[in-house]
């Protein structure tokens, strides 16, 4: 999904990392190296996204957003940062961001939870859903009855929670990071195949033999729930 | 409340010295000033009681001499003795029933006074008959008697205290206080110089230690002053930074130790790639396995950093109270698959509900730490449990490995530290400092439980 993304990082390494990889899927990117053009350019409120690196000079990264958020401007911003402990992430998720990510990062990770952020305010506003679905697969929201087709699917509590996250964002990669931030609440890295697990029992009750798989792996990056591979 | 005035605040006022040295000499110049009265006070109530005694003895002779004789006969000796009275200041007069004087150098007998022979000091106009100073207003002790019936004989003696006296202890003062200044200000000085001295001895360990000499401490006598006191301080707060320190470059020896075998193993794969350039079709595999070797020094990296932020407690802030029995059976939740996809049973014991003010992501990341370790060098049934008893709490995470033996379980504690039998394994070490480092955040301490057969590591922290 592309949009106009303004990216904020001063390390030229880093900015042409993320500048053309985010043009290569088809973004409008705008680059700044500093906090204070950063702010200038994200008032005018024309971007969709914001991509801002913590330690900015002339203006800290943690600053800027909190001058956006003063102004009303309530552009999604994914912080950018090399300050990685658990605790960082969540002072940096409860001043105003609407996501973080820690240096050194994956490009996958990246363009995931920006598509998320653009997809967010996409569809903002809209009515509360009972029913969410792909394909033939069909989870009723008030009820908790999953079904692929005719056939009706038992999920634990832990399941049917991964399976709604997945179907909220069908279409979208999901890394392991995000699931383990959307669906268990944790912000740290599980240095093991935890998430992989959890995702391998849901696909053995979702995408039973015969049927086309709607839970996809996407390589190098995490998953993706859709009707085509 | 007032503004003090502009003196107050200037910097010369400020100066702890000048004041100390301003209060020295106020106590000095006040504790002068309190001798000096005292020693007026004693000096004039001396000489009233002899101008008292002298009063007495007048009056008592005049009182003898009226009964021993007639009135007129009185009268006459009083004629005789008034000039010698008026002479020595004194005052006499001898007045009828009606009040009128019938000899005596007074005008009147003063109102107010009764005829029953006690003596009093009064103020009264001297007479004006040949005595210096007449007309001006003296101490007398008087004491009017009744005689002959209601006839009444009055007796006063003129106090001694003279201006003259008042002077010389006026000049006494002013004397005294020329020498008391100069003894207040060496006073001053000399509690000066011994406060400066203590303060030295701290002032100089702190200049020392910002110069880099970090082992300097300040000396200490043991007399538990606050002088001594602040040194302790000083020193304990020394000790404390001294320790950061230590700890912060054992921390950075150790990384730049452990990150040079997965950088070698880098170097290793690229050089091994660039070497032979034509077989692309194994690119991917070099390049995926250079990925991995960089999450590792990755987790190396946020594991230490973890460690650290644990260890000078900056994570308190976000610290809540939480059931630990709910925090458990999350951590359960997530990990439950994981352990049974290897084989193996993850076992919840949690009888009650057990409250405590924990960080919920570090402890969660801190117990998972265990889980995995269990998984990876333990056997059998993976046991969770929470306990909370006598305000502890204690969460336990068991299996049927081996665990640690004893003498191992200080290097597994370290920072990266590995042990023997689990070097073959990929991973940033066991990641029980972090462990260790989280439980004491949280006003903990880690316990090893060893038996045939199973092995367990508790965290035990103060319950909420």
Known sequence: ?229 | MAHPPGWFRSALFRSAHVRFLLLLVAIELCLVGAMLGVVARQLHGAIDARDESVASQLRDDLIDQASGSGSEEFRRSLAGRLRAIQERGDLLALADETGRILIGNVRTVPAGLRADGSARWLLVRAPGVGASGAGVQRRYFISVNSVYGDYRLLVGHASERSEALRSSITEAALKSLLVALPLALLGAWLAIRVIEGRIERISATAAAVAQGRLSERVSLDGSGDSFDKLGARVNAMLDRIGGLVEELRILSDSLAHDLRSPIMRLRARIDTALSNPHDEADWPEVLGAIGLEADRLQAMLSNALEISRAEAGLARRQMAEQDLAVLIADIADLYEPLVEESGRTLTLDVTAPCRALVHREMLTLAISNLIDNALKYGAGEIILSVACADGKATICVADHGPGIPEDQQQIALSRFGRLDNARSESGAGLGLALVEATVRMHGGALQFGRTAGSFRICAVMPAA
């Open chain 1, 1 to 229: 999904m592309p949009g106009k993304i303004l990216v904020a990082e001063d390390d030229g390494a880093t900015a042409h990392y993320v500048v053309s990889g985010l043009k290569e899927l088809g973004h409008n990117v705008d680059h700044v190296d500093n906090g204070r053009e950063a702010l200038f350019l994200a008032t005018d409120g024309s971007y969709d996204a914001v991509v801002l690196d913590r330690m900015l000079p002339g203006m800290e990264g943690m600053a800027v957003l909190q001058a956006l958020r003063a102004a009303q401007i309530d552009v999604p911003v994914l912080i950018l940062s090399a300050l990685g402990s658990v605790d960082d992430r969540v002072a940096g998720l409860t001043a105003g961001s609407d996501d973080y990510l820690v240096k050194p990062f994956a490009f996958a990770e990246l363009s995931a939870r920006l598509d998320r952020l653009l997809r967010r305010r996409r569809t903002a506003g809209t009515e509360a859903q009972t029913k969410l679905s792909c394909g033939d697969l069909a989870v009723d929201l008030l009820s908790r009855d999953v079904k692929r087709g005719t056939r009706s699917i038992e999920l634990q509590p832990r399941e049917y929670r991964l399976l709604e996250f997945l179907l909220r964002h069908q279409g979208q990669v999901v890394t392991r990071t995000m699931l383990l931030e959307g669906v268990w609440d944790y912000h740290f890295d599980p240095m093991t195949n935890v998430i992989d697990v959890h995702i391998s029992r849901l696909r053995r009750k979702i995408d039973a033999e015969g049927e086309a798989p709607v839970i996809h792996t996407v390589r190098g990056a995490g998953y993706r729930l859709g009707v085509a591979g």
